[in-house]
């Protein structure tokens, strides 16, 4: 097949992207996009599966006007969600998006009776308040009890299309339910939860072909003849697989979107207690490597401040009048749970500044500069703490995803870390997602040349550091700011 389209879902919008090989270079087109984001009912925050299913039909319906009738399909999300299905195949409960308020303080209740040492010893999984381990210890007993399947929201996606249950090994990982040893559930912690081995569908690694979109789909929607591969469904596993290659230069990765994944892929995992006291996660990728990074509050700030200010500027605007106000003025920790979920995200960061007695920031531009400038300082905090544990000096910065556009924050970053930034490919989990199915289907080697092919296709802005007056001063005001550098690290 020449056709290969990435179904990219996150947590504020989502798309259907049509990828193909022309000449030896990979061509993406986006064919269709659509808003995503959970609604709150009854005090409880939800995601909507019927609608992100109609989505994709609607986006596959595109594709066929367009002349596909053929192509393969592969289907990344954002992680730890999951879906209650009982024997019949039909959800039990609204699925529950992970920024819901029914987990908080759980991470510490868990804590008290489960030793978080060896929890992490088992899984290498970082301690972050929303894992699935703490989702399903939070949910109630009976919809649990009476489950048949617990899948994953991709996983779920892809049975609803093409009837095959399963659990994708770099989306499962996410859960602090596997064991990386065993390499499955792990028993005890499923006892824990009293949950049962059969409740969780076989593990599925990225490549696998999973079998065509149902023939009842396709005559009802008039849909192409989709063969359904198992991609790296969570989308930072994508994005990590299509993160270009790198010749001999050490390098560490930042996905950057809603979330910020700041890591270096390995092949072994590192689950000491030196990572698990820096909250430093191995969630497995794919072919055999796993993702050792750290999870940064991110772009979440600013998407909720532009919401909030009623959409008035573009992001691009945002990032304009950002460098327009003075720089390292007033400083947030971004990873601190107060920004997780807040019911009004700029109130939150004028109290933090307020509380910290700093410069309260007013201006929209204001409040940007104070996200930018407090992300490239938090990406210096974890980098220094990767190349710790590591033990490996990074040159490059790759950064990767929607915050390759924004130039303001990718200088920034390079200035404070002192390191070159490689901003780009912006599509990198499209591309990881694509990529996968290219190898499975043949016009791909491996993932080697796929990377070299997504460096090859795509332009790479380069960003080197420059002087930062006061740079020993500011560190240490950010230290003061934000001691020991993550404070989700509380248990």
Known sequence: ??????????????????????????????????SNGFTE????????MDYLLNEIINGLQ????????????????????????DAEGKQISRVYAYRDHRTDGVMEEVGRLLPPEKVYAKTGIQQLPFNTLYQL??????????????LLVPDYLYYRLGGRKMNEVTNASTTQLLDLAARDF????????????????????????????????????DLPECRLICVATHDTASAV???????????????????????????????????????????????????????????WLIQEVRRLDGGRFSFAELAEQAGECPGFRSLIPCNHPRFLNPDDMIQEIRQACLESGQPVPQATGELARCIFDSLALSY????????????ELTQVLQIV??????GLLCQLTADVTGREVLAGPTESTALGNLAVQMIEAGRMADIHEARQTISQSFAIQSYLPQPVPGLAELLLRWEQLHPGADVHNTY
Request: glycine letters at 10%; aromatic letters at 10%; charged letters at 20%.
């Open 1 to 34: 097949m020449t056709y290969h389209i990435a179904v990219d879902i996150g947590a504020s919008s989502g798309r259907l992207v049509l990828g193909q090989l022309v000449d030896g270079s990979l061509q993406l087109e986006e064919i269709h996009r659509f």
């Open 41 to 48: 009912q009854e005090g409880s925050c939800f995601w909507d």
């Open 62 to 85: 595109q594709a066929k006007l367009r002349g596909i009738h053929e192509c393969t399909l592969g289907i990344d999300t954002w992680a730890v969600d999951y879906v209650l299905l």
């Open 137 to 150: 210890y939070a949910h109630d007993r009976e919809e649990l009890k009476a489950a048949d399947q617990i």
């Open 186 to 221: 792990d028993a005890q912690l499923l006892e824990f939860l009293g949950l049962r081995r059969e409740q969780f569908a076989p593990l599925t690694e990225p490549g696998e072909d999973l079998g065509f979109i149902t023939q009842e789909l396709r005559a009802e929607y």
């Open 241 to 299: 697989l299509g993160v270009p290659a790198q010749k001999d230069r050490a390098s560490a990765y930042l996905s950057s979107g809603t979330w910020s994944l700041l890591g270096v892929e390995l092949d072994h995992p590192i689950n000491n207690s030196r990572a698990m006291a820096a909250n430093y996660t191995n969630e497995w990728g794919a072919y055999g490597t796993y993702r050792f990074l750290k999870n940064i509050m991110g772009l």
């Open 380 to 391: 210096r905090s974890h980098l220094a703490e990767l190349e710790e544990l590591t033990g």
């Open 401 to 406: 995803g929607g915050g390759a556009n924004n």
